[in-house]
Structure formats: structure tokens, C-alpha cells
């Protein structure tokens, strides 16, 4: 269970996102053990739930894991592979934007966006906005007494 001062945070920021971008998922996830936990998230459809663990490799966000970059797609139709992604198959997402989110000089989740219709390019500001949401919450992250909160931590 993660801290819900940490919940409220995230939550509060993703709904920014969600009307700043124009984008009708966010979601702030942490990533631990090869599993993509879902912290909270706003949402129109109703595929996912606070709380919902999924293994990383089947989410858009693993790339963003390994990398530890910013990745930006307005149509993952278009990038050669992406069709097969068992995200994908199941559930047609076309625009996708996140950023890792920092704690102890590692990748600790992501803050993420996407969209089931194409978009246009996000632009420079856009991409820079969803760094900064992942910035605060790695700050936010730091501010949490989390050695008492160990279990989610691992």
C-alpha cells in the first residue's frame, strides 16, 4: 500500500496532465521487480485500477524503464514492432508519453499518458511537462519517510 499522501500527490498531478494534454489516461506507475504497479491513475476507459500489477514487459513503460527516457509516440501504429506489443494487442493505444520518475539514482516508476486516437507531434513544452510531473514526484518521493514503508519499496 503505498502512502496516501504519495496517492493524493500523483493523483493531483495526473489530472493536470489529463487537461493539459489532452490526453484521457494518466497514470503514475512504480516499477519494482520486473512488475508495473499502478499508483493511481484518471481515466475515461475502465481497463485499469489503482492498484493493479501487471509484469513490466507487457506494458509501453518497460522501454521508458531500461532506457530511463523520456519516450514521445503520436501513433505507435506507425513504429515497426509496436503492433505486436501484447499492451497493443489487447488495447490499441496510439499516442503515448512518459517520463521516469527518480528515487535513489534509480528508476522508480513512471508518470505516463496516452491516448487510443493519433495525435500530433507532442510538442517541445508538452514533453518538458511530463519531465517535470516526474521530477516533482521523485522530489515528492524524497520527502516520504519511505524506509518506514518498505514493502512497496522493494
Known sequence: MFPK???AFCHKLINQGVDQLDMPVGIVSHIYNDLYEIVTINSEMDEFIQG???PLSNTYC???YRTD???AITEIDHVLGMQLHPLY???PVEAY???PIHF????WGTVNFTATKIRPAFAKAEIELVEQYAETISKCLADIDLDSRAPWDV
Do not use: E, G, M
Open 69 to 71: 527516457k523520456t519516450i
Open 5 to 7: 499522501q504519495l496517492i
Open 52 to 54: 493493479a500489477v501487471f
Open 62 to 64: 518497460r522501454d521508458v
Open 97 to 99: 508519453i512518459s517520463a
Open 104 to 107: 535513489n539514482d534509480s528508476v
Open 89 to 91: 494487442v489487447s488495447l
